[in-house]
């Protein structure tokens, strides 16, 4: 069984012409970025818009992505900013790509690692915020939320900004411990 | 900060409840084809006058530089499809050809005397223009995305 190749890698070999290369980017990474696409509020006609384009992007930045290690959190970056665009309730008929030149770091929570360590700390939070947090990652609406724990519908999206700022204060908190 | 969008992707990722679905996946592994080898890249012209800029007709102006070529596209939208209009300055010379790429898609022309070139019926979403010049790199435009 050969060894998984680094993105680093993969980045170089795809740009070489290496088709292999660039389906296991596609395997790799294109699950998270759907899923970012689809957290930004995209349906899926939208987010699979926002997720061609970022891998378009990239076959034109295959030589020229300052970081070649950083590519996934380059897609993260470019997918995100894909989906915000296409939010715009102005949008324009026309828009013109904006190139990603510094990748979000926050992005690396989309690390298989890091993932196991948000749950963790998920799971750790006290109601209504544990569960709330499981059942939007579940795909759940406002509506299907507020009736599960008993909450009115209005307070859902305020409730769901107050546990992400909890969660992000406790990762927080975690990262700057180790 | 850790902006919320990607907590909650991260979150519906673990879930497993909303997965890629296949097609997109399919599409972005076709995209490869779509490479242009040695090719230079014309960027959207920092020209408020010209990029992006509507017609009353509810066409659209963008332009592209790089190289010392420079691609003028006007896009228009009508009964769901795209046309798009073009010129590239300076004349790149005789055998010189266009490419206009869509995902699906790509409509090859032979660029006249003047630098223009013309296509019709495109389905919306993603396009490219490449210039193919004899003895020359080819120059692709960035990817715009064209919404009806």
């Given at each position: 069984?050969?060894?998984?190749?680094?993105?680093?890698?993969?980045?170089?070999?795809?740009?070489?012409?290496?088709?292999?290369a660039?389906?296991?980017?596609v395997?790799?990474?294109?699950?998270?970025?759907?899923?970012?696409?689809?957290?930004?509020?995209?349906?899926?006609?939208?987010?699979?818009?926002?997720?061609?384009?970022?891998?378009?992007?990239?076959?034109?930045?295959?030589?020229?992505?300052?970081?070649?290690?950083g590519?996934?959190?380059?897609?993260?970056?470019?997918?995100?900013?894909?989906?915000?665009?296409?939010?715009?309730?102005?949008?324009?008929?026309?828009?013109?790509?904006?190139?990603?030149?510094?990748?979000?770091?926050?992005?690396?929570?989309?690390?298989?690692?890091d993932?196991?360590l948000?749950?963790?700390?998920?799971?750790?939070?006290?109601?209504p915020c544990r569960?709330?947090?499981?059942?939007?990652?579940n795909d759940?609406g406002n509506?299907?939320?507020?009736?599960?724990?008993?909450?009115?519908?209005?307070?859902?999206g305020?409730?769901?900004?107050?546990?992400?700022?909890?969660?992000?204060?406790?990762?927080?908190?975690?990262?700057?411990?180790? | 900060?850790?902006n919320?969008?990607?907590f909650?992707?991260?979150?519906?990722?673990?879930?497993?409840?909303?997965?890629?679905?296949?097609?997109?996946?399919?599409?972005?592994?076709?995209?490869?084809?779509?490479?242009?080898?040695?090719?230079?890249?014309?960027?959207p012209?920092?020209?408020?006058?010209?990029?992006?800029?509507?017609?009353?007709?509810?066409?659209?102006?963008?332009?592209?530089?790089?190289?010392?070529?420079?691609?003028?596209?006007?896009?228009?939208?009508?009964?769901?499809?795209?046309?798009?209009?073009?010129?590239?300055?300076?004349?790149?010379?005789?055998?010189?050809?266009?490419?206009?790429r869509t995902?699906?898609m790509?409509?090859?022309?032979?660029?006249?005397?003047?630098?223009?070139?013309?296509?019709?019926?495109?389905?919306?979403?993603?396009?490219?223009?490449?210039?193919?010049?004899?003895?020359?790199?080819?120059?692709?435009?960035?990817?715009?995305?064209i919404?009806?």
């Amino acid at each position: 069984m050969h060894a998984a190749r680094e993105p680093a890698e993969l980045l170089l070999a795809a740009a070489e012409g290496d088709q292999s290369a660039w389906d296991e980017l596609v395997s790799r990474f294109g699950p998270r970025m759907w899923a970012v696409a689809r957290a930004c509020g995209l349906g899926p006609a939208d987010a699979a818009d926002a997720v061609q384009g970022a891998w378009l992007r990239l076959l034109q930045h295959l030589h020229t992505i300052r970081e070649p290690a950083g590519v996934g959190a380059w897609l993260m970056t470019t997918v995100r900013r894909e989906a915000l665009q296409l939010l715009r309730k102005d949008r324009p008929l026309l828009a013109a790509a904006e190139v990603v030149d510094e990748p979000d770091p926050a992005a690396a929570v989309l690390e298989a690692d890091d993932r196991r360590l948000l749950w963790k700390t998920v799971s750790a939070l006290h109601e209504p915020c544990r569960s709330l947090l499981q059942l939007v990652a579940n795909d759940l609406g406002n509506q299907q939320v507020a009736s599960r724990l008993g909450l009115p519908v209005g307070s859902i999206g305020p409730t769901k900004s107050r546990c992400l700022d909890k969660l992000r204060t406790l990762i927080s908190t975690q990262e700057t411990a180790q | 900060m850790i902006n919320d969008e990607y907590f909650l992707a991260a979150l519906r990722l673990s879930s497993g409840h909303d997965p890629i679905p296949r097609h997109v996946s399919a599409t972005a592994r076709e995209a490869f084809a779509l490479r242009v080898p040695h090719a230079l890249t014309a960027a959207p012209a920092e020209c408020s006058a010209v990029r992006g800029v509507r017609d009353d007709d509810g066409s659209h102006l963008v332009r592209f530089v790089a190289a010392g070529l420079t691609f003028d596209l006007e896009v228009t939208e009508g009964d769901g499809l795209i046309d798009v209009a073009g010129l590239v300055s300076p004349y790149p010379g005789d055998d010189s050809l266009v490419d206009v790429r869509t995902p699906h898609m790509t409509l090859t022309r032979r660029i006249g005397p003047t630098g223009h070139f013309a296509v019709t019926g495109l389905p919306p979403g993603w396009i490219s223009v490449v210039c193919h010049r004899p003895g020359l790199a080819p120059v692709q435009t960035t990817w715009v995305r064209i919404r009806p």
